[in-house]
């Protein structure tokens, strides 16, 4: 779907627009910037990617060369939704490793069974 | 690192030891405005504080070479592909006034899903990686010491990687950001999802980490066919990513709205654009504005973008801006050289000196064509933003082609961007949390196990990197042939030998360009230019401008070329320029160490007014660092000047000899040296001459430490003796 041209109907289409004061005007533009954003904002705090659990392993103290061999193949088993740091940590709590013990041995090919 | 502004900043010592560089401070800094600012003859009401060190506009000479300081931001951006050569382009444009340093990524990195290492080249930019956001942040440290003034560094988090690029600028200490998912989505065909998905998490890293956000709205002004129709869109994009950013956490005086002027002339541009910069300021009071300069009709006419990035400065004046971006006046012809990047700092710092206090002055009208058109502009953006929300939303608004078209809104050409919402590059990688999703770590967006506590997410395990940055892990190179110490060998090796080559990009490139006017028709003309270009021994000679004076009369032209010759710096038969060391240096050095210098003019000789410039506290003389001196008069002889410095313990003995009949200068000079051989006080000595005829060549031939002629100032003389005294001292 494409839209089509259209002239340029301005004076028809703000008839609702003419009366209000430049503050109200302010005011209607961010309230309908906030209904736009809204969706977006809530499917970003729901959701995550290969990039986010990168920067999360990333903050853990991988590098970027380990962080993408991790989430590469914790995406191949479909783990990303779980939190891809939280599954190193908790494995690590699990092992009585530190995080990058615990991630260096799933890096290893070691492990991946005791994963949640 | 220190440098010294007689030394070129040496690559070798930014990449040493950078695994355990850290960067000095975290996020953004303003300029320090300051209130009714003497400067030389002038006071200035929109100041900043002085730079330490600076070359000042050419006219400064004028009025007591006096440089004074905007309180905006002023931004170049840097695009030469390798970031060993943008260093030094980095510490030129530092000295004309810049300190927003933006690095320009090279082609591809935005579509590429993982973070990169090593210091490969790169095409319109570098790639950037940890290794050369840390060597870049190093050499600004040393560039911002060298001129008394902190310089943000900035590069982009759009693309693939985008949260990993946050973490990492957060990590080395990288001031400001480019973020925007509207950039990912309409310009790079990045998949709608991925990009809104990532951009969160992204903003939360730079909120972390107290990082200037800039968004990506003035891209529509750049791809715009008629650019000055786009403005009620821009408006929507503004706000779309200041909203998404405020739900992420980033502050309003962390977010600043890009924005361009639209027009050029012959457009009227003032009437066209100042009623948008107007509407775009009373829609978003409280956040920054990053002023940009027009790339839209920029042409091969370097003079002609001047004009036009004066007066989109003077719209940043007329409105407000808290930066000032430059562009460089040779982009509408090739990727920017060097020199064109000071050239852009210049033609800011010299407006906004120029429009200093213009605000006292002038008032905008508060009635009329400009509140009825920016009022317009901001109806038309409100309507925008209803139509999204009638088609469904902003998914539904894109997957129809509602964003980028080329009609003023609502009016509609019918060729706007199409992106499928489940298409573009990262397509179906967005994965849903599950309910006992966590992310151990700091600044993470969104659903998080580990935030519900009252302790640091990441305190199960001592801390993320952002807490405890020996945690961030450093890879050095990745590719052993496309890096530094590769492409350094072959540049340093020539240098080092004591080869010279005139550059414009890349150290080495050989490129100059030549001006020229050939007297004939525009096409033959045109030819000719080349021909001549190649009769000069310029390689590959192209024409990069060619304004037609008159169709027959004739034509201006710019030819670039190459110039196949590296000269050797020992040929050369000019003497060293070297600069003075600053005040401060000298004075830090000296104080401390009660440095006595015995002086005179020597022989029979009654001149006594140069030696007291060099030595009077008064005149500028040495005496203001603090050195103990004694001042002996006219016509002394060598042998009483030699029995002063004894007498006084000095280290320093400074004659000065004027008169030149029959060489006297040059014997007097000579003499003084072997008397002081004879009686073995040459090696405690540092022995300097001055006089009107007098080179620092013949002096040291003449066995002295060092001359000076005509025009000397006491920092020259200062900084020689604490270079000599550094150099014995070891």
């Not at chain 2, 810049?98 to 899903?113: E, L, N």
């Not at chain 2, 429009?355 to 009635?367: I, K």
């Not at chain 2, 550059?503 to 003309?525: H, I, M, N, R």
Request: glycine share 8%.
């Amino acid at each position: 779907m494409r839209l089509e041209p259209r002239p340029d109907d301005y004076e028809a289409r703000r008839a609702h627009l003419r009366d209000l004061s430049d503050d109200d005007l302010h005011a209607r533009f961010w309230s309908l910037v906030g209904e736009v954003v809204a969706p977006l904002v809530d499917e970003a705090r729901t959701h995550t990617t290969p990039a986010i659990e990168r920067s999360v392993l990333l903050r853990m103290g991988f590098s970027s060369v380990e962080t993408k061999a991790l989430v590469d193949q914790m995406a191949a088993r479909g783990l990303l939704g779980e939190g891809t740091g939280r599954l190193v940590l908790e494995l690590a709590q699990r092992q009585g490793m530190t995080v990058r013990e615990a991630g260096v041995a799933l890096l290893d090919g070691r492990l991946w069974e005791a994963l949640s | 690192m220190k440098l010294l502004p007689d030394e070129r900043l040496d690559v070798r010592a930014v990449l040493e030891d950078l695994e355990h560089y850290r960067p000095r401070r975290a996020g953004w800094t303003w300029r320090h405005h300051v209130d009714h600012h003497p400067v030389g003859p002038f006071v200035y009401e929109d100041a900043s504080d002085d730079l330490e060190q600076s070359v000042p506009l050419p006219s400064a000479h004028w009025f007591g070479d006096i440089d004074p300081q905007g309180d905006m931001v002023v931004t170049t951006e840097i695009a030469s592909g390798r970031f060993e050569d943008d260093l030094r382009r980095m510490r030129m444009a530092a000295w004309h006034g810049a300190d927003h340093i933006m690095v320009i990524r090279t082609t591809g990195q935005s579509h590429i899903d993982h973070l990169i290492e090593g210091t490969p080249e790169g095409v319109g930019g570098i790639p950037v990686t940890r290794k050369q956001l840390r060597a870049t942040r190093k050499a600004l440290d040393a560039i911002e010491d060298e001129v008394g003034r902190p310089i943000n560094f900035h590069s982009y988090v759009s693309g693939l990687a985008g949260p990993e690029m946050a973490v990492l600028f957060a990590e080395e200490g990288v001031n400001g950001a480019h973020q925007d998912p509207q950039y990912n989505l309409l310009y790079r065909n990045i998949n709608l999802h991925r990009s809104f998905v990532d951009a969160a998490e992204a903003k939360a890293v730079l909120a972390h980490a107290g990082l200037l956000q800039i968004d990506g709205a003035h891209n529509a002004n750049a791809t715009a066919k008629q650019a000055w129709k786009v403005t009620p869109e821009l408006l929507v994009q503004h706000a779309v990513n200041t909203a998404y950013s405020r739900a992420a956490g980033i502050p309003a005086d962390h977010i600043a709205l890009s924005t361009v002027p639209p027009t050029a002339p012959p457009a009227p541009k003032l009437r066209l654009d100042l009623p948008y910069a107007v509407a775009l300021r009373d829609l978003f009071a409280g956040y920054r504005f990053r002023a940009q300069q027009n790339t839209r009709y920029i042409e091969s006419d370097m003079r002609e973008a001047t004009v036009t990035h004066v007066l989109d400065t003077l719209i940043s004046k007329l409105t407000s801006a808290d930066i000032q971006s430059t562009i460089t006046p040779d982009e509408g012809r090739n990727i920017p050289w060097h020199y064109n990047n000071v050239a852009a700092v210049d033609t800011a710092r010299q407006t906004l000196a120029g429009l200093d206090g213009l605000q006292s002055m002038v008032t905008l009208a508060e009635d009329g064509p400009l509140r009825d058109e920016a009022r317009e502009i901001k109806e038309r953006a409100v309507l925008f933003l209803e139509e999204i929300l009638a088609m469904g939303g902003y998914v539904e608004a894109v997957t129809a082609g509602h964003f980028i078209d080329s009609g003023h809104y609502p009016e509609r050409a019918g060729d706007g961007i199409v992106r499928d919402p489940q298409g573009g590059a990262g397509a179906g990688t967005v994965v849903a949390r599950a309910p006992g999703y966590g992310a151990p770590v700091c600044s993470h967006f969104g659903a998080n196990t580990y935030a519900a506590g009252t302790d640091r997410a990441c305190a199960a395990y001592g801390g993320c990197t952002l807490c405890d940055p020996s945690k961030v892990r450093y890879i050095d190179e990745l590719d052993d042939v496309d890096n530094v110490e590769v492409r350094l060998a072959g540049v340093l090796e020539e240098r080092a030998r004591g080869l010279l080559r005139p550059e414009v990009e890349k150290a080495g490139d050989g490129v100059v360009c030549v001006t020229l006017f050939v007297p004939d028709s525009s096409a033959v003309a045109h030819a000719a230019a080349l021909e001549m270009a190649r009769h000069m021994n310029l390689v590959d000679p192209e024409v990069i401008s060619q304004r037609v004076m008159h169709p027959a009369e004739g034509s201006l032209f710019e030819v670039k070329g190459v110039l196949p010759y590296a000269m050797s710096v020992a040929d050369l038969p000019v003497p060293k320029i070297v600069l003075p060391l600053p005040h401060d240096e000298i004075e830090a050095f000296v104080r401390p160490r009660a440095i006595a210098v015995v002086a005179a003019t020597v022989g029979e000789d009654e001149h006594s007014v140069g030696l007291q410039e060099i030595l009077d506290i008064k005149h500028g003389g040495i005496e203001r660092y603090g050195f103990d001196c004694l001042g002996l008069g006219t016509s002394v002889s060598l042998e009483q000047v030699l029995d002063a410095a004894v007498e006084r313990q000095a280290q320093v003995v400074l004659v000065s000899t004027i008169l030149t009949h029959n060489d006297i200068h040059r014997q007097n000079m000579q003499r003084l040296h072997d008397l002081a051989v004879e009686r073995g006080l040459r090696d405690a000595l540092i022995l300097i001459a001055g006089g009107t005829q007098v080179t620092d060549d013949m002096a040291l031939a003449c066995g002295l430490d060092a001359g000076f002629g005509r025009g000397t100032t006491g920092q020259e003389v200062a900084s020689r003796i604490v270079r000599i005294l550094r150099a014995r001292e070891g």
